[in-house]
DNA sequence: CTGAAAGCGCTTACAG
DNA sequence: CTGAAAGCGCTTACAG
């Protein structure tokens, strides 16, 4: 607040009333004025352009009415990723809807005493701890912190506080089952960095459907990308040396899908007519890739609303909470699955294609 | 700040000092107290678990050592369009940088009543509008606020305050310009939302660089769209029925350059063999596309980084500012210009192509 | 080197 | 219906 800024005591002097008055007119505590001294305060209110000091509001109060979102400030492109940025999005509309506002709680390193010190500062009601990585320290302070709290995204399924979450593991591991079901059966898997808790679940999805369908990988059926389209695409190339005629790939997210889409078209195999392709989020790209990507949806969204409304439950009932709220993720079917043809990929009569390097496979 | 947490005077009160010299220890003002006092503060500290009240801090030096960045919260998709996000992913980057945090102002409606409250209420030094619609209220806002403020992204030329922005006219017009240095001379144009201020500017670009090149393009050549991919295929489709032979079209921006490049392949017309195709802004699903589409790039991230720069000077130097930033627009080269063959679309000579359907156009 | 006191701008019992 | 006083948790001259 810049110096000269009307305070509550100059409305006061101006209408010619107590401080008192003032507050209980600005907060409609009605029988406590008559109607005269409400319209003077009023009047003097505007006059002065006076707006109440929210801080010193929150001092006394011990509440913000903000919500803190606090994120791990990793390289700081975090919310050029579509994920958190739909997430806040989500919490943003939950807040803004219940009367709160939102802080974005950068941290520099992920540091416990770091997170206290930003956190149970006066400055929010609560945090929503938004994805944090694998095994993150961030998971040990929000397990034991001393304001209500939530976790959105990424949670590992034993913590001890709050969160929401998408099912990776269940719904990686419906959608394998799906393929099985249509006849694929050689299936490989791009995975995603270790450091990420999702990329594990989806992994453990996808082995769990081929063991309950005793199918078997040997260690050449998965290879590992960094979500990246590029780690994709170098994913797949390593995945066609061994040549063991996959019939399809399940890729841990879209963007290394899209990779493993130009692998195969750069050595003249067509998807979905030689190799079906599975992959995950559903991000812009995923609709207008050639061909549109058949690919696992999760309500990020739905999350970070989920999580404010959490969060909020917390804050106004005083109660704090480990709730569990896991989503389904949705299979958004497109054109890069089909079922698997009884022949084994070399004989699969291919459809009229323009490129003029082909392999066989 | 919940019930029993720890206050400056409950460490006061443990180390057996004033107040007034836990603070000075807490701020390092060294010489105001001899080591081992030091030593006793900080084990009353340590074993209190104190954190300072942030709030506190703030009504009394009047700093909260946060930016705010006000958004009209329009129907509450707002993050999960990437260029807000993206926007504030510069912003955060900076801000973190300098040592200050964000807040998120979502306003409810675009009334500059509803902004000052909101704004100049203690909570934040100083105010980012990020990209207001065309002609919104909270430009008039922003002219006259009290708070160190700079608008980023969308500002009109004329405004009397700090902002940033991409030369949406400037990058348009050269784009174009090129095109005509291509061969091009019939350029379609689909127009944006009427509500953009930058949907407007691109527009002009447009104008300028015929108009420069002694081209009148009619009513026929212009065609409005609402930004969705779906209404970029419809506006393809009206300019495909008046038929007056364009070599390219020049799209407001990216989606509606991928719904139209969907339009043209239904009629079995080839990007960019038939047509030249221009899209605006570079998104992530451009560089995918089928031809992965020319377009110009806005340096957002570079927006957002710049504007809490500029708010951040301001703050720190007392010294209001109207500085106009204005980035160019880069044009990104890729598959979907080419330059125009002398013979007219009918003769064009076109490459192998699998589609049933095939019209003369 | 150390501390008592005033003050930041509000709210909240409480007394009248 | 109205107001004086205490207090929220800090910081800042200022006096010693």
Redesign the pocket.
Known sequence: ?PEG?P???DVAERA?????????V??GRG????E??RERVLRAVEELG????Q???S????RSHTLGVVVEHFRGALLGNPYYSTLLDGILAEAVQSGYQLKIIALERPDPEHARLNTED?SIDGAILAAPLHQSPLLHWVERCNIPRVVAGSSPRDLRAACVDVDDEGSVYAAVKWLIELGHRRIAFIAGPTNYWSAKQREQGYLRALREAGIHPTEHWIRRGNYSTLSGRQAMEMLLQVRPGFSAVVCCNDWMALGALEALRRVGLLVPEDISMLGFDDVEAAAVASPPLTTIRQPVRDIGITAARLLIQQIESGQPSTEHVIFPGELIQRDSVIPCSAEPPDSVKRSQHTRPRRRRY
């Open positions: 607040m800024t305070t509550i005591k010619g009333v107590s401080v008192t008055t003032v507050t209980n600005l907060h029988g406590r004025f008559s005269e001294t006076y707006r109440p000091n801080i010193a509001r001092l006394v109060r011990r006066g």
